[in-house]
């Protein structure tokens, strides 16, 4: 916690000084500098001491320490700051950005390293695939813009020699979709010439000593910076870093980036060729200029994809369009042609560099964005722009780089110093105004339209003539002569710091700059042979072609003049603030401790004239007096509503401030907050924090809430709709029911007049629920039809249906015909239709047994086939009454043998058509008897009939089932207690049936026909 980091580090926040003066400030900047604490609060800005050494203060457990904590909870920190803004970003949907300012060197670079670190850190916990490919493109640019927008310089051994701005997109989630990277004016003279001292850019070194052997022999090049003009200055300058591992690590950063090895070639190839050019000298022959070396002139048109003809041609001539419409080739003089290379290889470095910019944003841009689908996409903006410059000789890049540090200073005072007070003053808070210096007089001295030094310049370019540098420093002279922040040695002829006609000087806000006028026109007019242009427009090589599309046009096209540097630059500046003011600001200040690199060098005159220019102290008092954060009371209430019983869920107070008051108080804020008209002006986040804290605590509940109150109604539509689907359902099945039971009714209405009483009628599909009614039904209309049928057949007949009956559930169909269609006669030994000789003998002989056994009634009689007591068969009567079983002689009728009927145990048939049948009897000695057929009709069944009259028989008068088996193997049964089988077969040539032992038992003979 920042209050924990002990005293003897000092003041965390130069807020919390005794006294706001510069020395006090002064004094606990230097002890935490000393003490390795690099960073102190004002406020939410971060003022930031390069340390020059590294830091134990990075890192996953620091991360963690800071992810998702309030500002102060912590000591200051770079994570802090990214964690607020991060915060504010998805807490508020709030567009925010994170400006770094300071000098060369003074750790801008860094710091937005560590906040891109931190951001990638903190987002994406789930570990989608898609977003952590977009962070590891947006750290892995990092490495590739510096290799080739860095440089060496006097300052700063890895100084940014661009301006970058980077606007990070996230999803509803916080997670980041992608990016986007705008450059700003790359100090690109620097490719022609460096100070003493400095290097180009990386990049060029980084190839030379990095590339392989066999990709600087494709290229033509040697291993040997000092082999080549432009990279000569540089070749012996020390740096802190290994160029040949970090040309390995651009390459594989480049790959991970999505670049093409066509694309990575190209890039490589427009490198080499602008080493290559430099190297090219021109020799004048009299009045006509020439290439000696030809050899080079071919490997750059190789390299580029050109012809060696069309590439001297551009190096050595100008196509230029007279009046009359007429095209002519001029030829250089040998200065024209040394600069016309040196612009084209500044344009060939700048064009890569914007190329690779934008190949980059095109990996990163957020793609398949939906607002609807994916929420509001909001931005966090981080810009580390070079820093306020001054050299020993100043040029058009310092004057453009120290213009955009007065416009950046100018939206700091805007938004931290100027806007805070205008509030204040809006919102009625008593406030005492704090002085600062506004740096508006500067800005405007660059850049306002037709009095401003850019306007002179651009003037001086249009001017068609001669016009040179020293004339523009006169017109300066007499159109700012008169400008506080203006001066040159005509003005100030004392000051010999400058000279006529070549210096001239402003005023920063950071401090006096001279500036050499020299070049300015120039760098201005950043004038390119339109030759050039076209030459690498019908390059080959596809890469290279797409970054010159200007060069389409033809030499009489080309008539509108182009914007100039300053003004282009300009533009982007003020297109810049417009786009940081519309964010919300997070501030990192950075202070260089020394110049030369040292991790404990405390230099009090340099960093004080930082502190002093930055407006830090300004910023503190300012901060001190005045209010950390503010809310409108509605926006307030919206928010903290939950955290106070009397405004949750909706406050019944006249005013919203008043119910903002009632959450002030009851927290016990009251000391802590001011009222303005509109808003609530809170001093220490403290408070803020305490609430954050309450709301974050009630969210759950809350949402528990919102859960109960939504699965409930949830629940209840979902009953309702079960509820409709029970009735409809139900509706439906009485539907069908009914309408089932009306069917039923109407085929079924005339069936009592039907011959068949409805059994032809076909019965209505019945719905499922009424199967089983269905059957039942169906029962009882056969029931009811029987019944019908029944009651129809004549009392006398009873019996013989019966009968049927009875042989019909014994034979169980098994029988394929069984006498059911004929009228059964039970006695046909009495009948003399069946036996016409013999009737009247049988029926005196049944008259004289039925009076001496007295049975009622003959159940059966008729002519049988059978065995005798030594198995020979013999024809003999067979009389079944209700008593007994006989057998009798087959004249005369007497009797051979006769059984108690009661010991009958059951019957024996076959499935076929035979006659045959067994009487099984209790002693086991059972009659196997072959039924003959009578006169009556010779080819009848009567097996049926004895079968039927037998059961029907001992059902009625004993009520217990006679046992029937039917069997189509033949029979079993037993004779004198011993088991026989008797099987069937036919034989041809045989009169009638007849019986023949085997070895099982007996053989029923058939006659075959
Ligand atoms: N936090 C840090 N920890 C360790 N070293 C640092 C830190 N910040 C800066 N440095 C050192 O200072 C050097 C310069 O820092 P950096 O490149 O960030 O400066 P800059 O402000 O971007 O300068 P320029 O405007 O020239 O680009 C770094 O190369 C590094 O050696
Ligand atoms: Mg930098």
């Not at 966090?380 to 070079?386: A, E, K, Q």
């Not at 009875?806 to 029988?815: C, F, I, K, N, S």
């Not at 016409?836 to 009634?857: I, T, V």
């Amino acid at each position: 916690m920042a209050e924990l980091e002990g005293l003897e580090f000092g003041k965390s926040d130069f807020v919390l000084l005794d006294e706001v003066n510069m020395e006090q400030f002064m004094e606990n900047l230097q002890l935490r500098f000393e003490k390795g604490r690099i960073y102190t609060f004002i406020g939410e800005v971060v003022v930031s001491v390069n340390p020059y050494k590294q830091m134990d203060i990075y890192g996953k457990v620091a991360i963690e320490a800071y992810r998702g904590r309030e500002l102060y909870e912590n000591p200051p920190h770079l994570y802090a700051v990214a964690d607020a803004a991060y915060k504010a970003m998805k807490r508020r949907a709030k567009d925010t950005c994170i400006v770094i300012s300071g000098e060369s060197g003074a750790g801008k670079t860094e710091a937005s390293k560590y906040i891109m670190q931190y951001i990638a850190a903190i987002t994406n916990p789930n570990q989608r695939e898609e977003v952590e490919s977009v962070k590891n493109v947006l750290l892995k640019s990092n490495c590739v813009l510096e290799a080739f927008g860095n440089a060496k310089t006097n300052r700063n051994d890895n100084s940014s020699r661009f301006g970058k701005y980077m606007d990070i997109n996230f999803n509803f989630n916080g997670d980041p979709t992608g990016g986007h990277i705008n450059n700003y004016l790359l100090e690109k003279s620097r490719v022609v010439q460096q100070h003493a001292g400095e290097r180009n850019f990386h990049s060029f070194y980084q190839l030379l000593r990095g590339g392989t052997d066999d990709m600087l022999s494709n290229l033509h090049l040697q291993r040997n910076p000092e082999a080549y003009v432009y990279s000569k200055e540089g070749a012996s300058v020390i740096t802190g870093f290994n160029d040949g591992s970090l040309h390995k690590a651009v390459l594989s950063a480049m790959k991970v980036i999505g670049f093409t090895s066509e694309e990575i070639s190209s890039i490589y190839k427009i490198i080499a060729t602008i080493l290559l050019l430099g190297n090219l000298e021109f020799e004048c022959d009299g009045e006509i200029v020439q290439l000696p070396g030809a050899g080079s002139v071919s490997h750059v048109a190789e390299l580029t994809g050109t012809e060696p003809e069309t590439v001297s041609k551009a190096l050595l001539y100008r196509t230029v369009a007279t009046g009359g419409g007429e095209v002519i080739e001029k030829g250089h003089n040998k200065l024209e042609a040394c600069f016309g290379r040196d612009a084209f290889a500044k344009a060939l470095y700048e064009r890569l560099f914007a190329w690779i910019v934008g190949r980059i944003n095109t990996v990163i841009e957020v793609k398949n964005y939906n607002p609807a689908l994916h929420g509001k996409n909001t931005v966090i903006g981080v810009l580390d722009i070079y820093g306020f410059e001054i050299f020993d000789n100043n040029s058009f890049e310092q004057f453009c780089i120290n213009y955009c540090n007065e416009k950046l200073q100018q939206l700091f005072i805007e938004l931290i110093l100027q806007q805070e007070q205008e509030e204040y003053h809006r919102e009625g808070i008593t406030w005492q105004h704090i002085e600062y210096f506004n740096n508006q007089i500067i800005v405007d001295l660059v850049e306002q339209l037709h009095k401003g030094i850019i306007s002179i310049l651009d003037e001086a370019c249009l001017t068609v003539g001669k016009v040179t540098d020293t004339v523009c420093l006169e017109t300066m002279n007499t159109k700012l002569g008169q400008h506080p922040h203006f001066t040159s040695r005509k003005h100030c002829p004392t000051d010999k710091t400058m000279d006529f006609q070549r210096h001239f000087r402003i005023r920063h806000y950071a401090g006096d700059v001279t500036y050499s006028i020299e070049g300015f026109l120039d760098k201005n007019k950043d004038p390119l042979f339109q030759d050039f242009k076209r030459l690498m427009y019908n390059s080959a090589d596809p890469v290279l072609k797409e970054m010159w599309p200007d060069g389409q046009l033809s030499i009489t096209e080309v008539t509108k003049r182009p914007l100039t540097a300053a003004t282009l630059f300009k533009n982007s500046i003020i297109a810049l603030v417009e786009n940081l003011a519309c964010k919300e600001p997070y501030y990192v200040r950075c202070i260089k401790p020394n110049d030369v690199k040292s991790p404990v060098l405390f230099d009090d005159a340099r960093c004080r004239h930082q502190v002093a220019y930055l407006g830090l102290l300004e910023n503190v008092r300012v901060r001190r007096a005045g209010f950390a954060y503010r809310q409108p009371y509605a926006r307030f209430l919206q928010r903290y509503k939950m955290t106070c019983e009397y405004t949750w869920p909706n406050h019944l107070m006249d005013t919203d401030r008043e119910a903002v008051e009632a959450i002030v108080t009851q927290h016990g804020f009251e000391g802590d907050v001011a009222y303005g008209h509109t808003k609530l002006f809170v001093r220490t986040p403290r408070s803020l924090f305490t609430l954050e804290q309450e709301r974050a605590a009630l969210i759950p509940i809350l949402v528990l809430f919102l859960q109960k109150v939504w699965r409930g109604a949830l629940a209840r539509m979902r009953c309702r709709r079960m509820r409709a689907i029970y009735a409809i359902m139900g509706c439906y099945k009485r539907y069908k029911v009914k309408s089932h039971f009306f069917e039923v009714e109407r085929r079924f209405a005339s069936v009592r007049s039907m011959a068949d009483y409805g059994k032809s009628v076909e019965w209505p599909t019945p719905p499922a629920a009424l199967a089983q009614f269905h059957a039942i039904t169906q029962q009882l209309h056969r029931r009811w039809r029987a019944r019908r049928i029944i009651k129809n057949i004549p009392p006398s007949d009873m019996l013989e249906v019966r009968a049927k009956v009875a042989a019909m559930e014994a034979l169980r169909g098994e029988r394929p015909d069984w006498g059911f269609g004929r009228a059964w006669e039970r006695d046909y030994l009495a009948n003399p239709k069946d036996c016409p000789q013999s009737s009247s003998n049988f029926m005196r002989a049944s008259k004289d047994l039925k009076s001496k056994d007295q049975y009622s009634q003959i159940l059966f009689s008729g002519s049988v086939r059978m065995l005798n007591w030594f198995n020979n068969t013999k024809d003999r009567g067979l009389v079944i009454t209700d008593k007994h079983i006989y057998k009798l002689e087959p004249k005369k009728y007497k009797v051979h043998k006769k059984i108690p009927l009661d010991s009958v145990t059951g019957l024996s048939v076959t499935s076929d058509t035979d006659q045959v049948v067994a009487l099984h009897t209790a002693t086991q000695d059972d009659f196997l008897v072959y039924l003959q057929r009578g006169e009556l009709c010779p080819n009848q069944d009567r097996i049926g009939e004895l079968v039927g009259t037998l059961c029907d028989h001992f059902k009625r008068a004993r009520n217990t089932p006679l046992p029937v088996k039917v069997s189509s193997m033949g029979l079993s049964l037993h004779m004198s207690g011993k088991p026989k089988t008797v099987t069937i077969e036919t034989k041809a040539g045989l009169v009638s049936a007849d019986f023949r032992k085997s070895r099982a038992g007996f053989t029923l003979l058939l006659p075959s026909h």
